[in-house]
């Protein structure tokens, strides 16, 4: 099963590449994480905003495997505790279907995005940084994967 993280923005900094990559080459080959990212739409001085997000919104869903299984990431969805997002992963092991979390840019994600996801899920009320999305997210489904194993690196 693939993990797949369909980011909008390129050329991140250094600390973002790092940090993701650390928490990525963590996870077993069964469960790979991959990294896929989206070009920014250019935004001018009299940019159309709401269609910039609609184009990249279409590259987002593009991306994504033919069947995967659609979670946007929201601060408007659902909120899980770290537990809730081990029984998710499992679930989702069970499933079958490789996984594709759909992350936007600085103005979020399409209205097609979210209406095509099989969940929505909030990392926190709080708005984070796009690139820092990427790392959390990652090192949150290493964490996870740790308490479906009981590996030590989880410790509640």
Same mark, same amino acid.
């Given at each position: 099963?693939?993990? @797949?993280?369909?980011?909008? $923005? ?8 790092? $940090?993701? %990559?650390?928490?990525?080459? @963590?996870?077993?080959? !069964?469960?790979? =994480? !991959?990294?896929? !990212? *989206? ?6 001085? %009299?940019?159309? *905003?709401? @269609?910039? +997000? ?10 994504? $495997?033919?069947? &995967?299984?659609? =979670?946007?990431?929201? =601060?408007?969805?659902?909120? /899980? ?9 499992? #679930?989702?092991?069970? &499933? ?11 103005? $979020? ?23 820092? +999305? @990427? *790392? +959390?997210?990652? !090192?949150?489904?290493?964490?996870? /994967? #740790? *308490? ?9």
């Amino acid at each position: 099963m693939r993990l @797949r993280l369909i980011c909008v $923005g390129q050329k991140m900094p250094d600390w973002v590449t790092l $940090g993701f %990559n650390d928490y990525a080459k @963590r996870m077993p080959p !069964e469960l790979g =994480v !991959e990294l896929s !990212e *989206i070009a920014l739409a250019h935004r001018g001085k %009299n940019a159309d *905003i709401v @269609r910039m +997000v609609q184009r990249e919104g279409e590259s987002v869903l593009a991306a994504a $495997g033919k069947g &995967d299984r659609l =979670v946007a990431l929201e =601060v408007g969805g659902k909120a /899980w505790s770290t537990a809730q997002l081990a029984k998710q992963l499992e #679930s989702w092991q069970q &499933d079958g279907r490789d996984v594709s979390f759909m992350i936007g840019g600085p103005d $979020g994600l399409s209205d097609d995005c979210r209406a095509q996801a099989d969940q929505m899920w909030s990392l926190s009320p709080l708005t984070l940084p796009h690139p820092l +999305v @990427r *790392i +959390v997210l990652a !090192e949150q489904l290493y964490r996870a /994967w #740790s *308490i479906t194993r009981n590996h030590p690196y989880h410790r509640a």
